[in-house]
């Protein structure tokens, strides 16, 4: 089953440094890679995406940066604060003409940001 | 706008008991989803609706899990019998295009 491998697993940054994410994906039906962060009991709320006819995209603090032929991408927190701290999940869609709209999800990391 | 509404919020069974679990999506969002999260990892699609059309069960345990939209707007998804390993959160998405909404979750523990 095709995967969506995230990493690090866990990230403790300093308030004010800059967090990074990776993901690194197979075979997808379409480009469009979304962030989601999730705080504990709560669902994950949509973050930033990118449909990559560009190779970044930034929204305030936060930069999603696509390297279509490596198969990856990353979320980098820019100023990082301890409000950030998270769950956060990349996704890209599954591979197939036929599976538009599913997206697999990494396993997610938890960011803490020390004050 | 209303985000995805979801309930219960918590709901605690014995194993073999009946569950079920309601979600009403996002004004105007065709696209409905079904995943479970289980402790520690990302969520996994359970299935997908299309307007009342169920276009993607493949992942959805037949033989104790069944999920309807009718009218196909409100949505719900029903375990029965509930075994142990059933314990997650279940999450409902809705979508008009590609970004999918997640709403609060409910979280299952089965006893």
């Known amino acids: 089953q095709q995967q969506v491998k995230q990493s690090p697993q866990s990230l403790i940054v300093q308030k004010g440094g800059i967090s990074i994410i990776n993901c690194a994906y197979e075979n997808t039906a379409f480009d469009y890679f979304p962030w989601y962060q999730q705080f504990p009991g709560k669902g994950p709320a949509l973050l930033i995406a990118?449909?990559?006819?560009?190779s970044e995209k930034k929204e305030g603090r936060f930069t999603i940066s696509f390297n279509k032929s490596a198969k990856q991408f990353s979320l980098h927190i820019m100023d990082s604060q301890p409000g950030d701290s998270a769950t956060y999940f990349c996704?890209?869609?599954?591979?197939?003409?036929?599976?538009?709209?599913?997206?697999?999800f990494g396993q997610g990391t938890t960011l803490q940001v020390k004050p | 706008e209303a985000g995805v509404v979801q309930s219960p919020r918590y709901k605690i069974i014995e194993k073999k008991q009946p569950v079920a679990f309601w979600c009403n999506p996002i004004?105007?969002?065709?696209?409905l989803y079904w995943y479970r999260q289980n402790l520690g990892q990302g969520p996994e699609l359970l299935i997908r609706?299309?307007?009342?059309?169920?276009?993607?069960d493949s992942q959805l345990p037949k033989d104790r899990f069944s999920a309807e939209r009718l009218k196909g707007v409100d949505s719900t998804l029903k375990i029965q019998p509930a075994e142990l390993g059933d314990s997650a959160v279940y999450l409902c998405?809705?979508?008009?295009?590609?970004?999918?909404?997640f709403g609060p979750g409910t979280r299952l523990t089965v006893t």
């Open positions: 990118i449909r990559p006819d560009v």
């Open positions: 609706y299309e307007n009342e059309e169920a276009v993607d």
């Open positions: 004004s105007g969002h065709n696209t």
């Open positions: 998405a809705s979508s008009r295009s590609y970004e999918q909404y």
């Open positions: 996704a890209a869609p599954l591979g197939g003409s036929s599976n538009t709209g599913k997206l697999i």
